[in-house]
């Protein structure tokens, strides 16, 4: 069976404005129910919404990020459905007019570079959260703290051919979001929300048939989201084999997916599709959006991944993997480049510090970067760097040296003075200590001078014991064969 | 007391200034003369509910006189409709769906008023969220005209403009979307002003049709109208469609030279469905234009035509939104012991709207779904463009529209309420200042030959309330000589 696998996204990412985007509540996650609410966000009669100027220029910044046209009139509508969690009977979202269109990203991927169009980004309010109590009550509550969260939807052409592409493209998104710190995209939370529509191009002799396009809801983590798109193709192929369905007679279905199963599971036919009666939200102006102040905004855009993959290449020479590993977040980029400003050597071996050693570390702590540089800034990741070079200590002690920094908060420098960790380099005092060795170990330095060199090692070891590990290794190492000689 | 809940506002204001009497007599005198009426055989019920606690805040008031630390309007009574928010009250829009529903914030004309003094008497009857012509479609029953009882008294605000019109209160504020404060203006023999969209804050007015609604003024003279104006209007940081407008100099009301003025009286408010004893006030009307040296042409503006039509799409698609919220989650009645969730929509909604609700919600349920929003939403609004732009040329020419308020006299309770396109038909003359923005005022200009009052409606450029208001206190002042 040939085919092609078709997949377009529909992101959804909650904005980290600091009020709600129709009312003064606080933006926030989570919290005491029902907690964080005003006329506004609860719907009361009589209350109008007022938009937040914020939800705008974040709109602009996202969509200039996603090499989008910012259009230079745009406007809210009312998307009309009755459910529990939304209290007004509607959510304010764009319907004809989006801020933000036809854009594309670029994603990396196992077959190189990869340009995923964007048909439109544009703003909306969330809804609360409905929640269903377990006991035999079958009581359901609502908690309207989250309803009126300002989101961005970011709606992809389907120009996505895997599942491992559809992760990219939503990571690149989630990479995008938190280099202007517009999101902190969590999909755990929810702030970070991916729909996708997914079906199959089969091609027999010269014809393509298009099955029916699949709506898959419920993706909650990266993981999810692959293993429900994996599914999913097998399910159509079966599906294709068995029954032939086609798109024009079927239409598009949602299916969500089950965590538990690690399959999806009906829950909408095309039939059954909302009439959301969209119309021009009354009580909003239209947005008027000055091209000059357009350009000023582009002047905000740091600089976006895409970009500083170009740079890292070009001005710090990393290979495209750890390129790739150090971009994940624009701090530890960031990071990086700290550190290489203080250290002398090649940029490499920072890039292998901050990837290994403090990857690792953040792993461990359950930190975020921003949480360890407080305690172990770039500078000092660079001085310990500096000093394996200039052969105080050995790359051993450097690494002890890096946990106690973490631990204990301070500078390479004060752990060394205050615990003695210089390496040894003195020759005399070294010679002393390894001609010690020898004659504790006359066995081994009989095997050795019967041609058991391997042994040497073993000796290594016993000088470093010896010395704490704080011999100077190389040093060591000449002294050792220059006595094994006599 | 009669003599004193007579008076207007400005004369009430200057009697409480004088310390010719204590705001709690004045209250007391509403209060009673509610009272007393509530005992008539056929009571107006013009209030749904009258504030108790009114007596305290009137105490205060004295207090603050006796201080010396009175504000603008202290002490001043007034109405409420009730889909005008207070906190602390109840607020029904006379639905079956917003039973119980107590507001915990204010609405923000009201907050400007009682900020500058005033004291709610009490929440005034009204047609289901202000669906309606003639006050009948409430919960509550339906509203009397004080001039005949078993004539309606207009509506939706009939509680309101029955209230002023009966001395039960010296002002009141009514809403429009259509004609809702001007037709019962004009049936109950009172002035009612519907303002400019943006003028006064929509914020805390349960909405209907949000891009027609507005707080309107119901009063005993145009210089009451202009004294309340100048303390509510102004833009208001909670509704983003208020203007940023500036009142606050239109009272006291100056003299208005009606010389050189130029009036314009359309053909299609004249012709057929006006009553005679209606169309020859409005003649009356544009003599005394004349002899006051205005110029008042008569010409057709084609357009004003498809003002109902397009009123009566546009106005049910933004209601059937606006009151999907009322669904009994969160407020409101709320019809339990259900199944499930739908069922608890279905059975709450469908107990708790009445008859006229349900019809302009399908209605707008209709025009806005899709395979008809573009025969219908689409093309009304556009047609709505079109209009605007044909009443900006007409007041590019001339200063004032002459109209009727209302094509016939009040008529009876029950005539039309089961003629749902007669009834429509009543705002034949109203819906055109709403659509296009405009300020709108009913002047009451005495009755018909068989006794019944009627109004003629003066309608003028965006944010020229003050002209309108000028113009009818000139025509209020030779009234009265």
Known sequence: ?486 | MKELIGMSLSELKEKLDKKEMSTVELVRAYLDAFEADRKHEKPLNGYIEVFRDSIEKAEKADEARVRGSARPLEGLPFAVKDNIVIKGKHATCASGVLKGFCSPYSATVVKRLVDAGMIPLGRTNMDEFGMGSSCEYSIYGATRNPVDRDLTPGGSSGGSAAVVASGQAPVALGTETGGSVRTPASYCGVYGLKPSYGTLSRYGVVAYGSSLDQIGILAKTPQDIALMLSFAAGADPHDMTSAPTNFTNCSPLKERDIKGLKVLLPTEFLGEGIDPGIKQKVESFAQWFKKNGAQVDTDSVPILQAAVAIYYIIAPAEASSNLARYDGVRYGNRVRQTANLEEMYVKTRSEGFGKEVKRRIFIGNYVLSSGYYDAYYKKAMQVRTLLRREIEKVFSKYDLILSPTSPCPPFKLGEKVDDPLAMYLTDICTTFSNLALIPSLSVPVGTTGAGLPVGVQLAGNRFREDLLLEVAAMYHKEGSR
């Not at chain 1, 046209?69 to 007019?97: A, E």
């Not at chain 1, 169009?117 to 908690?143: C, F, P, Q, W, Y």
């Not at chain 1, 829950?267 to 909003?284: I, T």
């Not at chain 1, 953040?362 to 770039?378: A, C, D, G, H, M």
């Open chain 1, 1 to 486: 069976m040939k085919y092609d696998v078709v997949i377009g996204c529909e992101v959804h990412v909650q904005l980290l404005t600091e009020t709600k985007a129709f009312c003064s509540c606080r933006n926030t996650f989570g919290g005491e129910p029902n907690t964080r609410l005003c006329p506004v966000c609860t719907g009361l009669p009589g209350a109008l919404p007022v938009a937040n100027q914020t939800l705008v220029e974040y709109a602009v910044l996202a969509g200039l990020a996603m090499n989008c046209t910012i259009v230079p009139v745009t406007k809210f509508d009312r998307k009309n459905y009755i459910y529990p969690d939304m209290p007004k009977g509607y959510q304010i979202s764009q319907f004809d007019m989006p801020i933000c269109e036809k854009g594309f990203l670029e994603i990396d991927t196992d077959g190189g570079l990869k340009k995923i169009r964007i048909i439109r980004i544009h703003m909306e309010e969330d809804a609360g959260k409905n929640i269903h109590t377990e006991d035999r009550s079958g009581l359901s509550h609502v908690d309207l703290n989250r309803a009126g969260t300002p989101l961005l939807e970011i709606v992809s052409e389907p120009d996505i051919r895997s599942p491992d592409d559809a992760v990219a493209y939503v990571q690149s998104i989630k990479h995008i979001m938190e280099y202007l710190k517009i999101s902190d995209c969590n999909m755990e939370e929810g702030s970070l929300r991916c729909d996708a529509n997914i079906n199959l191009w089969v091609y027999e002799g010269d014809k393509k048939y298009a099955t029916p396009i699949v709506e898959i809801k419920n993706m909650n983590s990266f993981k999810a989201m692959k293993a429900a798109l994996e599914y999913e193709i097998l399910r159509q192929k079966e599906e294709w084999t068995t029954k032939r369905l086609l798109l024009k007679d079927v239409g598009k279905v949602t299916r969500g997916y089950q965590e538990k199963t690690q399959s999806t599971i009906l829950q909408r036919h095309k039939e059954e599709s909302a009439e959301y009666r969209y119309f021009p939200e009354p009580d909003l102006k239209p947005i008027l959006i000055d091209p000059a102040w357009v350009e000023s905004m582009k002047s905000r855009l740091p600089e976006l991944p895409a970009q500083k993959r170009k740079r890292f290449a070009e001005e710090w020479g990393l290979p495209e993997l750890d390129i790739g590993k150090l971009l994940v977040d624009a701090e530890l980029a960031h990071y990086f480049e700290a550190a290489c400003k203080e250290y002398k050597g090649e940029p490499k071996k920072v890039a292998n510090w901050v990837i290994t050693e403090i990857g690792n570390m953040l792993n461990k702590e359950s930190i975020t970067i921003i949480q360890f540089r407080e305690k172990v800034p770039p500078e000092s990741l660079g001085e310990l760097l500096n000093r394996i070079d200039s052969g105080v200590i050995s790359g051993k002690m450097a690494k002890g040296i890096f946990s106690d920094m973490w631990a204990e908060g301070k500078t390479p420098e004060q752990i060394i003075n205050e615990k003695g960790l210089k390496q040894i380099d003195d020759q005399e005092s070294l010679k002393d200590i390894v001609r010690e060795v020898l004659d504790q170990n006359p066995k081994t330095v009989e095997d050795y001078k019967n041609g058991k060199e391997n042994v040497l090692s073993f000796l290594m070891g016993q000088v470093m014991k010896a010395t704490r590990g704080k011999a100077n290794p190389r040093l060591s190492q000449d002294l050792l064969k220059e006595l094994l000689q006599k």
